[in-house]
């Protein structure tokens, strides 16, 4: 078994290859990461991960998607090895600092009766925190998509932790800290994150998030279902 972190970056190369390696250094080599990448920048990021001590698989020629299509279109390639179980929403800008967090997130998902389930590693930025959610293969296959693709960018994570807490589907992993170096917080944002901001995606995803209650209302109720189903086998 092995878990897939899902990656879409642009002009980080330096800062996905600490990703990579800090993955690399604290897991028990049960991980794979699969990166979307411009062509403009596809020779730069294969220079940059080069040695690096896992499977890194690379999509490219998928400028034009937002950040969400990215996400749900690297689970669909990582959703063809079945050795996949778990599916992470990774970024660039975050540091594995536990060791074994892959194993411990695979013992309690083999342990599962019900494997339709939702994680959460501890987030250094802030302890209820949910940035990065990781989705068992059952999961998606449960609601039909990695990560809520009604949105471009924003409310995600809270939507999918909040779906799956409805269902009672939901582990925080708090002795497993995930780091997250966003620039903004150093008061030094780079060019990727006033590029994502300057599209106008907030404003959009705010008005979605505030008109498409009802969709996060039938979405629960299609989660729970298919859990009630799966525990009545």
């Not at 901001?197 to 498409?212: F, I, S, T």
Request: charged share 25%; aromatic share 10%.
């Amino acid at each position: 078994m092995s878990i897939a972190i899902l990656v879409p970056t642009k002009g980080r190369a330096e800062k996905f290859r600490r990703m990579v390696d800090s993955a690399c250094k604290t897991s028990d080599a049960l991980i794979q990461v699969y990166c979307a990448v411009s062509l403009e920048e596809q020779s730069k990021y294969k220079e940059c991960i080069s040695g690096v001590k896992t499977n890194v698989f690379m999509a490219t020629g998928q400028e034009y998607l937002p950040t969400v299509a990215k996400w749900n279109m690297l689970a669909e390639l990582a959703l063809k090895d079945s050795s996949n179980k778990l599916f992470m929403l990774g970024s660039d800008d975050i540091i594995f600092s536990t060791p074994l967090w892959d194993k411990a997130l695979l013992e309690h998902y083999a342990a599962l009766e019900n494997k339709i389930h939702v994680y959460h590693l501890q987030d250094s930025r802030d302890k209820d925190g949910t940035p990065h959610v990781i989705v068992t293969r059952e999961y998606i296959e449960a609601v039909g998509y990695f990560l809520p693709p009604i949105f471009l960018h924003w409310y995600i994570d809270s939507w999918t932790v909040e779906m799956a807490k409805s269902a009672g589907v939901f582990t925080h992993m708090r002795d497993y800290e995930l780091i997250h170096d966003k620039p903004s917080d150093s008061g030094n944002p780079d060019a990727t994150h006033n590029g994502i901001r300057a599209q106008g995606w907030k404003k959009r995803d705010d008005y979605v998030a505030e008109k498409m209650q009802s969709w996060l209302g039938m979405e629960k109720d299609k989660l729970r279902m298919s859990c009630q189903r799966r525990s009545s086998y």
